[in-house]
């Protein structure tokens, strides 16, 4: 059978190793939501809206 490979000692990794060790458990991120979910950021533009639709008048 054959011997696994040695890993190389990589400094970054050590490091935060360590300040995982210091830190503790990290708070979960905060979930993203979709969308179609979201409340708009801004307020319709009704003027906007009325020159993209004109009422009827010919």
Known sequence: M???KKDVFSAGKEVRAIARERVGIVKPG???VPKA???PK?????A???AD???GTE
């Open 2 to 4: 054959a011997r696994k």
């Open 30 to 32: 905060v979930a993203i």
């Open 37 to 39: 979910d979201r409340k």
């Open 42 to 46: 801004y307020k319709p533009d009704f």
């Open 48 to 50: 906007k809206a009325d």
């Open 53 to 55: 639709h004109p009422t």
